[in-house]
């Protein structure tokens, strides 16, 4: 259910790109730069966050990647020069990815018994992907009545409450089932 709550308050990175676009003034010809640069941000901190998801616990690092996220939205709205707000998104969306991808999934799997846990963790990535592909229709028509910055401000909101929702769970989970690795 978290997943799912999650996945409807992330809407995909097309879209916010395409906002960055439209919004800041970006030439058209940088968006597939930021189809490569968000990747890089993830691999920088991708290692840094899962050490500190095995030293801190994986609720608290998962809550970060979407407090992170949040930035990526609020990012959307400020006014700023086209590279200051597409570097300041990108390095906000490769900490959301890097702080949920593996750790959301490793804090899920702790918690699945062992012989239903692939199947679990299938059915946990796709109620994930399900509710970002319902996220991404709901931003793309608010942003087709209204205004790109309208459905940043929206998701911006319906994030929130989510991690408000879905924090006190996620920092219940911390003694999970699966030993730490120390690195």
């Known amino acids: ?44 901190w991708s290692w840094p966050l899962g050490r500190l998801a095995d030293r801190v616990g994986r609720g608290p690092v998962v809550i970060g990647g979407y407090v992170a996220l949040l930035a990526a939205y609020a990012g959307l709205l400020v006014p700023a ?21 593996g750790v959301l999934t490793a804090l899920a799997g702790s918690l ?15 109620c994930h992907d399900v509710g970002r592909l319902a996220a991404s229709v709901i931003f793309g028509w608010v942003w087709a009545m209204s205004t790109a910055d309208a459905a ?7 994030l929130a409450v989510v991690l408000l929702g879905a924090a006190p769970g996620l920092l219940r989970q911390e003694g999970d089932a699966c030993d730490a690795v120390t690195l």
Request: charged share 10%; glycine share 8%.
């Open 81 to 101: 020069s086209a590279p200051a707000a597409a570097g300041a998104v990108v390095v906000f969306l490769g900490a959301y990815y890097a702080a949920t991808d």
């Open 1 to 44: 259910a978290i997943a799912a709550a999650f996945g409807v308050a992330a809407v995909s990175d097309s879209l916010i790109y395409l906002a960055l676009q439209q919004g800041r003034g970006m030439p058209v010809a940088w968006i597939p730069l930021l189809f490569v640069a968000t990747p890089a941000s993830f691999s920088v």
């Open 152 to 158: 940043a401000r929206v998701f911006l909101v319906l």
């Open 112 to 126: 699945l018994p062992r012989d239903l846990r692939a199947s679990g963790l299938a059915v946990v990535g796709t």
